[in-house]
């Protein structure tokens, strides 16, 4: 159900101060601005009346200076309201936000050069306005086209509705904080059922790095600041040395929220951790351009795979490019590179589609592999797209590998159901010999959508937009037949007789039996809702994401934070555990699809696979 609306504007103009800002007194901040806006100057103004000095007079004019000044300030006043809230184009950037005209932010601040990050120490008001300001995109610099929807003005029935909303989400996300800092301050993951923590990702407060970039969106200043301090007082990598820790998930959820974070604020203690990582990183390479799947602080203990995993090898150059980018050493962004440009030599039975596990070394055939785009592929796919991007389009041997991997997805991958509905597809799972394809989607895949699409608009290929919402829409029906209101964790349908069709289960829309039921709080069908609606402005995809949360409200919500389930059709079937990505992306996602579009711009950032957002300068 939706939340309660506001039914004064006055106070929902006070409650979105708040959550953009970031005020930890939203009564107290409030009064005391209405008390200077609204009732200093009145009183001023019949003071100055009442107390004013000798008039000069001069002829037939008797002329009260004080009075004079007093009525060209009203008369300025009068003429700057009529600019400001009269005449303003709106824009698909949020000019007419609540927020922007509150705080006398414009679309022009955007546009001017940022000078780095570099800046004074400065007063905590001042460092959450420079993070408001960094938030919508000032500083970002590229010569590509814009893509994102140019919105309208929106109605305030609209607008009160989804910052509503938007509220819903931050109190969500404030919810799964507070029970992160209250029972596993420091650790990985906190157990949302039980209480306590679990460490799975080298132990060094996944979560919290996690969700840094994500505070700051939100307004948390509080909590970020409490967050940084624990960073520079605590943080460390250098424990155990010698113990094998993941590279991938390393990389997209420490590496990538440091990067995200420090592009967002500024802070450079964020930025040294980025690079002191990065070195340490840097040991998995050793012997081969591809990093090996583990690595350890100390060199000398670094292993060698036989194959490394696609996903993994192709989900760093985001990261690496950026860093090479913030420290002005090149070394990381020539290895991340390195990799893409011996991929890009392989010779694969389907073109542009790799099998899960490749090896190091140009020219290698593949042949006789399941290709698709989930799980162990899927982000190599979305980076080919998004370090196009982050490279301003200047690296095009990548463009071209992405749309030859999207032509192959067209012929061989697209399944559609036997009933004839032209509304939704799967992305099934092929031969690379038979070109046989099976009905089986994982969640994973559900960001292809929001690939499709951002290609789409770059590339101006208006089919795969068509099928981007087709591929989204066939993702959400997973969400929407569910007895939880939640996705299986892979989807997988009857084959049908007909070659690339597929049979629904009536009641499930997937087979119950044959799907991978469980659903662990994963963030790539509203990563591709957001996508989007930032790209058509079409405001259902707001509503689908809407009903999503309230599935997670209804099925996922603990006393302590959010639980995944071990079954869709069960919401009793909780498994106890909050992955970080949670706060890193499905919260992350769901307040950007109802925050103004100025958020995060899709003009102004490039998400890593952990949605950190890159600043592209």
């Known amino acids: 159900m939706e939340p309660p609306t506001f039914n004064r504007r006055l ?58 000044f007093v009525l060209l300030l009203i008369l300025i006043g009068m003429i700057t309201l009529w600019f400001v809230a009269i005449l303003p184009e709106h824009s698909g950037e949020g000019a007419d936000s609540l927020i922007q005209n509150a705080v006398g932010i414009t679309n022009q601040d955007r546009l001017k050069n940022d000078e780095g990050h570099a800046r004074p120490r400065v007063s905590p008001q001042d460092s959450a306005t420079y993070r408001y300001e960094r938030v919508r995109g000032k500083g970002a610099r590229t010569s590509l086209k814009k893509i994102q929807f140019k919105f309208p003005r929106e109605s305030d029935q609209d607008r009160l509705q989804r910052e509503s909303r938007l509220q819903a989400v931050r109190g969500g ?88 974070a420090y592009d967002l ?127 301003d389009g200047k690296a095009t041997k990548y463009k071209e590998m992405f749309e030859e991997a999207v032509s192959s997805i067209k012929k061989y991958m697209i399944m559609t159901p036997e009933d004839g509905s032209k509304d939704y597809v799967i992305l099934g799972q092929v031969n690379s010999a038979s070109k046989a394809v099976e009905p089986d989607m994982g969640h994973l895949a559900c960001f292809m959508s929001g690939s499709l699409a951002m290609g789409s608009k ?92 309230q599935s997670l409200e209804r099925s996922c919500r603990t006393s302590i934070a959010y639980t995944g389930l071990t079954n869709v059709n069960n919401i009793h079937s909780q498994d106890n555990k909050m992955e970080s990505f949670f706060l890193a992306e499905t919260l992350k996602y769901l307040y950007l699809i109802f925050s103004t579009p100025d958020v995060i711009s899709l003009d102004d950032f490039v998400l890593n696979t952990e949605a950190h957002p890159l600043l592209r300068t």
């Open 458 to 549: 770059y590339f101006g290929r208006p089919e795969d937009l068509l099928l981007a919402r087709q591929v989204a829409q066939g993702c959400y029906l997973g969400y929407h037949h569910s007895a939880s209101g939640l996705a299986p964790e892979a989807a997988r349908f009857t084959g049908s007789n007909q070659p690339g069709k597929f049979v629904t289960d009536p009641q499930h829309f997937f087979s119950p039996y044959r799907s991978r039921m469980e659903y662990i709080l994963r963030p790539e069908t509203l990563e591709s809702l957001w996508i989007l609606y930032r790209l058509t402005g079409e405001k259902k995809y707001q509503d689908q994401a809407w009903e999503i949360f």
């Open 173 to 260: 996300f404030e919810h799964a904080w507070t029970g992160y800092r209250d029972h596993a301050w420091g650790h990985d993951e906190v157990s949302p059922v039980s209480g306590g923590y679990k460490d799975n990702f080298n132990g060094w407060g996944a979560t919290m790095i996690d969700s840094l970039d994500t505070l700051v969106i939100m307004g948390f200043n509080k909590e970020f600041d409490e967050a940084l301090e624990w960073v520079k007082t605590n943080f460390t990598m250098t424990n155990n040395p010698t113990i094998q820790r993941p590279f991938f998930e390393t990389i997209i959820r420490y590496m990538g929220g440091f990067l995200g």
């Open 265 to 391: 604020t500024g802070e450079k203690v964020l930025l040294d951790k980025a690079e002191e990582l990065g070195k340490y990183t840097l040991n998995a390479f050793q012997g081969s351009d591809f990093p090996n799947s583990q690595f350890t602080i100390d060199p000398s203990f670094s292993g060698r795979d036989e194959s490394s995993v696609l996903a993994e090898i192709g989900t760093l150059q985001l990261e690496f490019s950026r860093l090479s980018m913030l420290t002005g050493n090149p070394i990381y962004d020539q290895k991340a590179r390195k990799i893409f440009d011996i991929l890009g030599t392989a010779m694969p039975e389907i073109p542009g589609l790799l099998p899960p596990n490749v090896q190091d070394g140009e020219g290698r055939r593949y042949s006789n592999f399941q290709a698709s785009v989930g799980g162990m592929v899927d982000s190599y796919y979305e980076y080919l797209l998004k370090e196009w991007i982050l490279l």
């Open 11 to 68: 106070g929902q103009f006070r409650t979105m101060i708040d959550i953009e800002k970031g005020y930890s007194e939203p009564d107290k901040q409030y009064s005391s601005s209405a008390r200077t806006t609204l009732g200093t100057p009145l009183g001023s103004l019949k003071k100055l009346f009442d107390h004013s000095t000798d008039p000069i007079v001069s002829g037939r004019y008797t002329i009260n200076l004080r009075r004079l």
